[in-house]
């Protein structure tokens, strides 16, 4: 088939093509803005998912430490917590019965109070007294004495402690 293209034909799809090549640069250059647009916000987007991994990373860090440290203090709160019940049931289950005490006396007077005899004897040394010379002191009162040790032993009954030994009770005048 044979067209016959005339003058005025060829002017108007010339001029079609130039609308269609100038629609076409418009479109390109959408195209590309948008492109642009598109690679910037990819950019942002990333920027902002690395600097989140890291933040998560270190805050990650941080956790991981203070979970340690938490560990920890959990782990000292239990041993101290066996610690004291461990004390309280020692306390409780320990009567008092029986048990004594030794305080020592300074010219009578109340020094210090120790656990044991031994313990006393022990400490006697720092207040330059020889436990070695130390002799009973049978009837003399305990301020005639520079230093004296004096055993006391729990009493339940009055609740309190007594002398452990006890001096020997003289009668009083007339009586029997």
């Not at 890291?54 to 990650?60: F, L, Q, R």
């Not at 440290?69 to 029986?98: H, N, P, T, V």
Request: charged share 30%; aromatic share 6%.
């Amino acid at each position: 088939m044979i067209r016959i293209v005339t003058a005025g034909r060829l002017r108007r799809l010339e001029q079609e093509t130039g609308q269609a090549r100038t629609r076409a640069r418009d479109t390109q250059a959408q195209a590309d803005a948008a492109w642009g647009r598109h690679v910037r916000e990819l950019f942002a987007v990333t920027d902002r998912a690395e600097r989140a991994e890291a933040a998560t990373a270190e805050v990650g860090e941080i956790l991981a430490g203070a979970v340690a440290e938490l560990s920890a203090a959990q782990q000292e709160l239990l041993l101290k917590d066996i610690e004291i019940r461990q004390l309280r049931e020692q306390l409780e289950g320990d009567s008092m019965e029986g048990r004594s005490l030794t305080v020592l006396l300074h010219y009578g007077e109340p020094h210090t109070v120790y656990a044991s005899r031994e313990d006393a004897y022990a400490d006697t040394a720092t207040h330059r007294a020889d436990p070695d010379r130390w002799v009973p002191c049978g009837e003399r009162p305990a301020s005639a004495s520079m230093w004296r040790c004096e055993a006391f032993i729990y009493n339940a009954a009055s609740n309190g402690f007594r002398r452990a030994h006890m001096p020997d009770r003289k009668p009083i005048e007339g009586a029997a």
